[in-house]
């Protein structure tokens, strides 16, 4: 059955995850058929200095995503495509949804620790930690991550959602901070489908991002992040 959603996600950034969730809702409401597919923000930022452009947690994070999209790779080749999204579901579920460790760089995630009580709750083969050091998949991610950025063009991040797929629309987003009900999910649905359907339109857009409303975070549900400027797609230090 062909895909009327292709989801490209990385698996440790925040926003792609509050959009997922989201998606999820609208998925169920609409009865859509998703495809979790990979853009790697370690390789999105490959030509970057991290240590002059972002903040001391980035490169261990990102590096740790593109470990995490490896063993994504590795059960999407021997599980089938379908079962990216229950992965991608316990792993978001593991960094965001529960509270956050202490000092914790962000480098334990793509870590065998970190993976193998995920994998064996998926009811996975404990073998699949091996795919974390197997740099094999990297070429498959960079050409997934390539993939995404020809629908959008380049001055963007994660996710990318491409809208039934070949010929329909994607863009990057929408980026938000905070989770809507089934019916507000649907209506958010709807009215950014109208907008980026329109021919001719390009961007809408703000820098000033709520932190989400994420456990992992240090954000509850009834809570508001605090703002941050995210200038340039990202929190960089500079451009």
Not at 99 to 124: H, K, N, Q, Y
Request: negative net charge.
């Amino acid at each position: 059955m062909a895909a009327d959603l292709h989801f490209y996600f990385d698996p440790v950034c925040p926003f792609a995850w509050m959009t997922s969730k989201w998606v999820r809702r609208v998925q169920a409401a609409r009865d859509y058929e998703v495809d979790w597919r990979f853009i790697s923000l370690r390789l999105l930022n490959a030509h970057i200095d991290y240590d002059s452009h972002f903040p001391p947690e980035y490169e261990a994070g990102h590096t740790a995503g593109l470990r995490l999209l490896r063993l994504a790779a590795q059960v999407r080749a021997d599980h089938g495509r379908p079962a990216v999204a229950g992965l991608y579901e316990a792993l978001g579920t593991e960094i965001f949804d529960r509270d956050p460790v202490p000092d914790d760089s962000g480098a334990r995630r793509g870590t065998a620790e970190f993976v193998a009580p995920v994998l064996e709750r998926l009811g996975l083969p404990a073998g699949l930690v091996a795919a974390l050091d197997d740099t094999g998949h990297d070429g498959v991610i960079q050409a997934e991550t390539d993939e995404a950025l020809a629908l959008t063009g380049k001055d963007v991040g994660t996710p990318i959602l491409h809208v039934d797929p070949p010929t329909g629309v994607a863009f990057f987003g929408p980026v938000i901070s905070r989770l809507p009900s089934d019916e507000e999910a649907v209506q958010l649905w709807d009215h950014v489908l109208g907008l980026a359907r329109f021919p001719g339109f390009a961007e809408l857009k703000r820098s000033l991002r709520e932190l989400p409303q994420l456990r992992g975070l240090g954000v509850a549900e009834d809570e508001v992040g605090r703002q941050e400027d995210w200038h340039a797609g990202s929190r960089r230090q500079k451009r």
